[in-house]
């Protein structure tokens, strides 16, 4: 498109983020959500998604805002009714199409959602649309279904995205692709697949309009955090340069990071509760994985610091995470009694022994296991075969 930078921004899904801290943040976080949002929204005309707003309650009823906003956004939907009109007489089939883009673009920008999906699709079946202009449009329902957060839809425009990259899409939007990919795996809790993503296009991100560099890092980040080996997240996250030149805009991600790296679990605790507050809290995207990450990450600190001791005391323990003895020795008893943990824990003398489980011996067990049931079958399909 000639006007790609545009169409891809719209709508500004900062928006939405700034709509989920307004609603789930701390007082400081709200009220500077709040701020972005009365922002965007007299920026772009958005009179529908402020009456939406509105409606919900997250913002106070301003007639005359609402007033100023619907006249605004009437008056361009004229203004793009005219260019469409202009298109048709004097221009052919791919400026049609554009101007009529052009139109659907702004439908989302000021909130329009159903109108601006309808708009998309009519264009996406043309037979004159060509595939970059496909690709395009759906890049422009994509964002629409993050913006407003439509889960099935969301699934198949990337199916349909990937079918079309398939046919001859440029590097450009085959790597926005893996980035919107990267953090729909997130919202997921397909963390590996999300860590995979992150890793391949880190160095290569190129998609301010779906988050800035230090979000999409921190995403990425705390994916890689719950399911990457501990080597790999030093040389592939921590070390990174793309991540080391972010990294002042996410303290916390780092500080939790570095300080697990380095075995100071004290730091690793109270890094962990400000990337909770920080980012958890307020993501549209991991707030609802925000329990399983921190017990994630906390399950990871005090199976690292057991791997290094046959047995060690509770109070050693609580001293290193900085914690009482009542919760390590709750925390563990938890996550021992759940699987996740192989120690075992002596009340009486208040230690916490290590019990490694043997692989080798899991591995041999289960070998034997899959060799019954394969002479099992053996034999079950020779006494056919005799019949």
Known sequence: M????VFAKKPELALAQSKFAALNGTPQQREEALRKLLEGI??????????????????????????ELNAASEAELVNLGKKVEEAKEEQGDLEQNESC???????????????????????????????N?????????????????????????????????????????RNRLKAIECIWYCSQRQFKEASTLFIECLSTYASPELMS??????????????????????KKVIDAPEVVEVVG???????????????????????????????????????????????EMRIRSYAQL???????????????????????????????AAGRLHCVIDKVGGIVITNRP??????????????????NRIQKLSGIISM
């Open 42 to 67: 007299k920026q772009d005309k958005m009179a529908a998604f402020h009456a939406q707003l509105v409606a919900e309650g997250v913002l106070e009823k301003n007639a005359a805002l609402q007033k």
């Open 2 to 5: 000639s006007d790609g930078a």
């Open 306 to 336: 057991l791997e290094s001791y046959l047995s060690l005391t509770i109070k050693s323990m609580a001293d290193a995470f900085g914690v009482t003895q009542v919760f390590i020795d709750e925390e563990l008893s938890r996550f021992v």
């Open 133 to 173: 202009q496909k690709l395009d449009i759906v890049f422009g329902k994509l964002r629409l279904a993050l913006f407003y957060y439509k889960p099935q839809v969301i699934q198949k425009e990337i199916k349909r995205a990937h079918e079309l990259v398939d046919k001859g899409g440029d590097w450009d939007r």
């Open 101 to 131: 883009i052009h139109r659907a673009v702004f439908l989302a920008q000021i909130g329009e959602e159903e109108k601006a999906h309808a708009a998309y699709e009519e264009i996406l079946q043309r037979a004159t649309t060509t595939l």
């Open 213 to 234: 560099m230090s979000e999409f890092v921190c995403h990425g980040a705390l994916a890689c955090a719950v399911v990457m080996p501990r080597s790999e997240i030093k």
């Open 358 to 375: 043997d692989t080798k011996n899991a591995q041999y067990q289960g070998m034997i296991k899959q060799g019954d049931l394969l002479l």
């Open 249 to 295: 805009a996410i303290p916390n991600v780092d500080k939790m990071l570095r300080s697990l790296y380095d075995c100071r679990y004290a730091d690793f605790f109270v890094a962990l509760a400000g990337v909770e507050t920080d980012h958890l809290n307020v993501s549209r995207y991991l707030f609802v994985h925000r329990r399983f990450l921190t017990r």
